[in-house]
């Protein structure tokens, strides 16, 4: 069953991260959204070091499931490149598992 299960991060602007989460729950692309609202990302952009306070997207999803995200996010989110890392599960509560399974097979 694990096989299946991802964990996807994505960083988003502050001020959208709700509205972004809303809009993938809504579309049924995950089950699970965790907004960490606050944290400063440090990072390289076409040669220059940059900052910027960012939120993190922790998503619950499957497999199945992650081209329409992947879709959904190239459409809605306002970066060139947006962070999208999808994490296999390799183990878990089964019950919850099942849970995050069964919800994302739901249309």
Avoid: C
Avoid at 24 to 37: A, G
């Amino acid at each position: 069953m694990t096989e299946d299960i991802r964990i996807v991060f994505m960083s988003v602007p502050r001020e959208i991260a709700k509205s972004i989460a809303r809009g993938i729950i809504t579309e049924r692309q995950v089950v699970y959204v965790n907004i960490i609202p606050k944290m400063a990302s440090f990072y390289w952009w076409y040669g220059k070091s940059l900052t910027d306070e960012e939120s993190l997207l922790i998503l619950k999803t499957t497999k199945q499931k992650y081209p329409a995200l992947q879709e959904f996010v190239q459409r809605n989110h306002p970066y060139e490149i947006p962070e999208l890392l999808s994490v296999g599960v390799e183990e878990g509560l089964p019950d919850y598992l099942s849970w995050v399974k069964v919800e994302t097979e739901r249309t």
